[in-house]
């Protein structure tokens, strides 16, 4: 199989024995579609079942997955949280309450949301409260009143001092519901304790301001109060007990004042019946910001989804135009999963502040760059990645013939059939595939997230701007950084459309190109495009792993492979489902063939998975020691990068999987069908006789073959550029002396050169001013992807090069975007192969073409 691309080998192991065939894919972009499947199962492209995207699954999204594909966490970092709609359990009062008029602060609770044991589950849940008695013996101590509280603050023994700094983690909470939950449900068991989250991991510790205050009240008083600040109930007060003395009452408040002042307002209220005098406290309104209407508080909560159809683009590239065009953030799109680049998909979006009306408005002009909208409608939130069942597509395989010489249609039948038939039993081996690295790149993806994860934060930038092959304007910019180390002159030359880079040479620019620079550049990217560098590395390594696997363990389940199993139906109330566990194979289990080879699954490399208890898992150890990564934690710290893992299954399988084999079409032929224009009835010339104007002459064709008549020409005459269309000439460009500010300028056939230049010199990046010894960079030169094709700008001028065609050839259909021609839906006369089958969203169409056919990508 091959493509017009070059890709990054994956390891040969296939799981079926048959024999194959060749075939060639991505002939066109158009030959390779996706189209995203729903977490309904239902296609983008038909009707949706809800408008309103849903909370995402508690499982976490495996990092190595380009789609988000949902996979097996580690048993501690799986916990079965129930969303449910807590009430606040604080008591609203719309009048000021009188000392103690507090009610009860749970009783409007629902006791599940609390339920740390339904939430953590028992193991975490027994080793937290371990944790928190060892925490209070340890830094307890008896309340004396305000003297003796400052005084704690300012010194502690030994052991509190140790205390103090230690920290227990709870495990990886993926989506931000149940990451709320864990916050509200350890707060209120244990006030005492901070909650933090770093990334998706939270942490408890011991929380230094319940202590100051629990040194002021009493420690009840204390933990009801912590719970009031928690709710954050509008209009909801909390009252301390009554307190005579009013040099205890300030100490209160100033330090309610400095440490919860944003928070709430504290005053002091006198009961005459009871002669006491206590503190209330209120929850501060929150304020509108300044100049901001209420338009404008209206439109952040504006989502608008819709879906978006795209060809030869990244998803990345089309967000940033369509970005650009509205006057948003990148940010502020949010999406499922990525998709290939050279194919035309379909995939749901969300973006944030823009109202379908405005979004429709600009369809017109974003259908000018490829990017086509349907479906705009309003919905209540944004979408989540991973929020995806999988993707469908729709295949052409070009070219097909057997692997030894040349069969018939009826002997390719049999081959397609019999693969398709092993593919559809067994599987595929569940590689990543050469997307997940970078096609066609001289410096792989997995190579820069090698270096991240060694924290070589300058060697990792300057693989990320090692340019390939060609003088397009991307390369030519990444060439200029690498030789010049000036990432300023770099960024001018570099496209608009290349929006990661240009994030980067601007931070370098900004900081330096040092360490502490290239630091920055990292941090300047988002956080989903920081950590794709690092699960390309640990992707890579899964792959080699799998290839490994099979070869030395073999096709069945061993003893010490790791397998995931559904869990007991036994106490799973209804609408929940049970968790996957990890298993390790026994002896007797391999024995018995308890387990299939498709329940095996492999770690994906990380800080909180286990691995394989048999020689695979020495593999690993052995693998990471060549990289120089034996003790790593998988935790980039100044990148804020942590990568826990997951488990990936080892083999995937494709579903509702069918084919058909057909002769090759010519171009016309395809583009007749596609715009509906095909005759009712009557056969279709295969080759017939046609004068047509075109680009570039006449074109005469006659039986199947074409001549140029008239070719098109400019040529350079003595007074300028002729210009030939039709056998007409025309003089172009008439060459001219004009005197410009600067010098003498020469036109001579279209181009035009600056003589005797005074001040003003053409530098690599723009033009060069020179005043009184110093130079200003005036007009930067840009290559500017735009509609329509690629637009030059030199010295404040711009031009437009390549213009964007699709043009009839002879052969098939050319297509020149940005200077570079593609021939889409070439004039075959051999048998081609179309699949159409579903994949779950982390498994690669390509790695299942592989095996279909039999032969590398």
Request: aromatic share 6%; hydrophobic share 30%; net charge negative.
């Given at each position: 199989m091959t493509m017009k691309e070059e890709a990054p080998s994956v390891p040969e192991c296939y799981i079926s024995e048959h024999e194959g065939f060749y075939g060639t894919i991505k002939n066109s972009t158009r030959d390779f579609v996706v189209t995203e499947i729903d977490i309904h199962g239902q296609m983008v492209t038909k009707p949706s079942v809800s408008d309103v995207p849903q909370s995402s699954n508690i499982t976490e999204a495996c990092p190595g997955a380009n789609e988000g594909k949902t996979n097996i966490i580690s048993p501690k970092h799986q916990h079965n949280l129930k969303e449910e709609n807590c009430p606040p359990v604080v008591k609203d009062v719309?009048?000021?309450?009188?000392?103690?008029?507090?009610?009860?602060?749970?009783?409007?609770?629902?006791?599940?949301?609390?339920?740390?044991?339904?939430?953590?589950?028992?193991?975490?849940?027994?080793?937290?409260?371990?944790?928190?008695?060892?925490?209070?013996?340890?830094?307890?101590?008896?309340?004396?009143?305000?003297?003796?509280?400052?005084?704690?603050?300012?010194?502690?023994?030994?052991?509190?001092?140790?205390?103090?700094?230690?920290?227990?983690?709870?495990?990886?909470?993926?989506?931000?519901?149940?990451?709320?939950?864990?916050?509200?449900?350890?707060?209120?068991?244990?006030?005492?304790?901070?909650?933090?989250?770093?990334?998706?991991?939270?942490?408890?510790?011991?929380?230094?301001?319940?202590?100051?205050?629990?040194?002021?009240?009493?420690?009840?008083?204390?933990?009801?109060?912590?719970?009031?600040?928690?709710?954050?109930?509008?209009?909801?007060?909390?009252?301390?007990?009554?307190?005579?003395?009013?040099?205890?009452?300030?100490?209160?408040?100033?330090?309610?004042?400095?440490?919860?002042?944003?928070?709430?307002?504290?005053?002091?209220?006198?009961?005459?019946?009871?002669?006491?005098?206590?503190?209330?406290?209120?929850?501060?309104?929150?304020?509108?910001?300044?100049?901001?209407?209420?338009?404008?508080?209206?439109?952040?909560?504006?989502?608008?989804?819709?879906?978006?159809?795209?060809?030869?683009?990244?998803?990345?590239?089309?967000?940033?135009?369509?970005?650009?065009?509205?006057?948003?953030?990148?940010?502020?799109?949010?999406?499922?999963?990525?998709?290939?680049?050279?194919?035309v998909t379909y995939q749901s979006m969300v973006v944030k502040k823009i109202s379908p009306q405005r979004l429709r408005e600009k369809t017109s002009e974003f259908e000018k760059r490829g990017v086509v909208l349907s479906s705009v409608r309003s919905v209540s939130e944004p979408l989540h990645l991973?929020?995806?069942?999988?993707?469908?597509?729709?295949?052409?395989?070009?070219?097909?013939?057997?692997?030894?010489?040349?069969?018939?249609?009826?002997?390719?039948?049999?081959?397609?059939?019999?693969?398709?038939?092993?593919?559809?039993?067994?599987?595929?081996?569940?590689?990543?595939?050469?997307?997940?690295?970078?096609?066609?790149?001289?410096?792989?993806?997995?190579?820069?997230?090698?270096?991240?994860?060694?924290?070589?934060?300058?060697?990792?930038?300057?693989?990320?701007?090692?340019?390939?092959?060609?003088?397009?304007?991307?390369?030519?910019?990444?060439?200029?950084?690498?030789?010049?180390d000036n990432a300023k002159e770099a960024l001018s030359l570099m496209p608009m459309s290349k929006a990661r880079e240009r994030m980067m040479l601007r931070a370098l620019h900004r900081y330096g190109t040092g360490p502490e620079g290239c630091t920055r550049a990292w941090l300047s990217l988002p956080h989903g495009m920081r950590v794709f560098y690092p699960h390309a590395y640990c992707s890579r390594v899964w792959n080699?792993?799998?290839?490994?696997?099979?070869?030395?363990?073999?096709?069945?389940?061993?003893?010490?492979?790791?397998?995931?199993?559904?869990?007991?139906?036994?106490?799973?109330?209804?609408?929940?489902?049970?968790?996957?566990?990890?298993?390790?194979?026994?002896?007797?289990?391999?024995?018995?063939?308890?387990?299939?080879?498709?329940?095996?699954?492999?770690?994906?490399?990380?800080?909180?998975?286990?691995?394989?208890?048999?020689?695979?898992?020495?593999?690993?150890?052995?693998?990471?020691?060549?990289?120089?990564?034996?003790?790593?934690?998988?935790?980039?710290?100044?990148?804020?990068?942590?990568?826990?893992?997951?488990?990936?299954?080892?083999?995937?399988?494709?579903?509702?999987?069918?084919?058909?084999?057909?002769?090759?079409?010519?171009?016309?032929?395809?583009?007749?069908?596609?715009?509906?224009?095909?005759?009712?009835?009557?056969?279709?010339?295969?080759?017939?006789s046609t004068d047509t104007p075109r680009p570039g002459g006449l074109e005469r064709q006659r039986g199947g073959e074409s001549t140029m008549l008239y070719p098109d020409t400019d040529t350079t005459r003595p007074g300028g550029l002729e210009r030939q269309r039709g056998g007409e000439s025309t003089m172009l460009y008439p060459d001219t002396d004009t005197p410009r500010p600067g010098g003498l300028e020469r036109q001579r056939g279209g181009e035009s050169a600056v003589l005797y230049p005074d001040t003003d010199t053409t530098r690599p990046g723009g033009l060069e001013r020179q005043r009184g010894g110093e130079s200003t960079m005036l007009y930067p030169d840009t290559d500017t992807p735009r509609p329509g094709g690629l637009e030059r700008q030199r010295g404040g001028e711009s031009a437009v090069l390549y213009p964007d065609t699709d043009t009839t050839r002879p052969g098939g259909l050319e297509r020149q975007r940005g200077g570079e021609s593609t021939m889409m839906y070439p004039d075959t006369d051999t048998t081609s192969l179309t699949l159409n089958f579903d994949l779950d969203s982390s498994c690669y169409a390509t790695v299942c073409l592989r095996e279909v056919m039999k032969c590398d990508p």
């Open positions: 719309d009048s000021e309450p009188g000392p103690g008029q507090n009610g009860d602060i749970t009783s409007t609770a629902s006791q599940d949301c609390f339920d740390l044991r339904m939430i953590l589950g028992q193991a975490v849940c027994e080793e937290l409260e371990q944790f928190t008695a060892l925490l209070r013996e340890v830094s307890s101590s008896p309340n004396d009143g305000v003297e003796k509280n400052l005084a704690n603050q300012e010194s502690s023994n030994g052991s509190e001092k140790k205390m103090a700094n230690q920290e227990l983690s709870l495990g990886s909470f993926p989506d931000k519901h149940q990451r709320a939950n864990v916050h509200r449900a350890v707060r209120h068991n244990f006030p005492f304790l901070l909650t933090v989250t770093n990334q998706s991991e939270i942490r408890v510790k011991e929380d230094p301001a319940f202590k100051l205050l629990s040194g002021l009240v009493s420690e009840e008083e204390a933990k009801d109060f912590i719970r009031f600040i928690d709710t954050k109930m509008p209009n909801s007060v909390y009252t301390f007990r009554g307190d005579d003395s009013k040099e205890h009452r300030t100490a209160v408040h100033h330090f309610l004042s400095s440490r919860f002042g944003k928070l709430v307002e504290t005053k002091s209220f006198s009961d005459q019946q009871q002669k006491t005098t206590a503190i209330t406290v209120r929850l501060r309104e929150k304020g509108k910001p300044r100049k901001r209407t209420a338009d404008d508080s209206k439109d952040e909560e504006v989502y608008t989804a819709f879906t978006l159809r795209k060809e030869n683009q990244e998803t990345l590239e089309a967000i940033s135009y369509m970005a650009a065009v509205l006057g948003v953030l990148s940010s502020d799109f949010t999406y499922a999963g990525i998709k290939d680049k050279r194919a991973g929020r995806l069942q999988g993707n469908h597509f729709d295949l052409v395989v070009r070219d097909l013939r057997p692997h030894q010489g040349h069969g018939t249609l009826m002997e390719l039948d049999s081959l397609v059939q019999e693969a398709v038939a092993n593919v559809q039993v067994k599987g595929f081996v569940n590689y990543y595939g050469p997307q997940r690295f970078g096609t066609g790149q001289s410096v792989q993806s997995d190579c820069v997230g090698l270096a991240l994860l060694k924290e070589e934060m300058v060697a990792a930038v300057r693989l990320f701007f090692t340019p390939e092959e060609g003088d397009d304007s991307q390369n030519v910019a990444k060439r200029h950084f690498l030789q010049t080699e792993a799998a290839a490994h696997r099979l070869t030395t363990l073999g096709h069945r389940a061993r003893q010490g492979d790791l397998v995931w199993k559904q869990g007991g139906e036994e106490g799973i109330e209804a609408g929940e489902t049970s968790l996957p566990q990890i298993h390790v194979v026994t002896t007797a289990e391999e024995e018995e063939e308890v387990y299939s080879l498709g329940q095996v699954v492999l770690p994906m490399l990380g800080n909180s998975v286990k691995y394989p208890e048999n020689p695979v898992g020495g593999w690993y150890q052995e693998r990471l020691a060549r990289d120089g990564l034996q003790s790593c934690r998988f935790r980039v710290t100044p990148l804020k990068l942590n990568l826990p893992g997951c488990y990936r299954p080892l083999l995937a399988i494709p579903h509702n999987l069918s084919y058909r084999l057909q002769q090759g079409q010519r171009a016309g032929e395809r583009q007749q069908e596609s715009n509906g224009k095909s005759q009712a009835s009557g056969a279709v010339p295969q080759h017939p």
